[in-house]
């Protein structure tokens, strides 16, 4: 079983900055570890990923905006997200894929909320 710890989402005025983090902590090794988010009404993506040697992927829509790093001795996730937009509104969630030899599974955390507004 992996557990996360998240924080970091809030509120914020259109072209602030937040940064996310999240903790995971189990007995297995993380392959890979992200953020997705979903915002009303409308399905859950992909934000960014990065594995476990650094790769990363990034929706189209926060490309040179946000960025994401981890700290493998932490196992621990960051994402910043600078030029913030209302669009960006939604519940963001942490995600991992745990390789349980000889497959991988993915864990969740429970999301915190980011909303960008007045």
């Known amino acids: 079983q992996v557990q996360f710890v998240e924080s970091g989402g809030g509120v914020v005025q259109p072209g602030g900055s937040l940064r996310l983090s999240c903790a995971a902590s189990?007995?297995?090794?993380?392959?890979?570890m992200g953020w997705h988010r979903q915002a009303p009404g409308k399905q859950r993506e992909l934000v960014a990923a990065?594995?476990?040697?650094?790769?990363?992927n990034y929706v189209d829509s926060v490309k040179g905006r946000f960025t994401i790093s981890r700290d493998n001795a932490k196992n621990t996730v960051y994402l910043q997200m600078n030029s913030l937009k209302p669009e960006d509104t939604a519940v963001y969630y942490c995600?991992?894929?745990?390789?349980?030899?000889?497959?991988?599974?993915?864990?969740w955390g429970q999301g915190t909320q980011v909303t960008v507004g007045s």
């Open positions: 995600h991992a894929v745990a390789l349980i030899s000889p497959s991988t599974r993915d864990y």
């Open positions: 189990g007995s297995f090794s993380i392959v890979t």
């Open positions: 990065i594995t476990r040697g650094g790769s990363t």
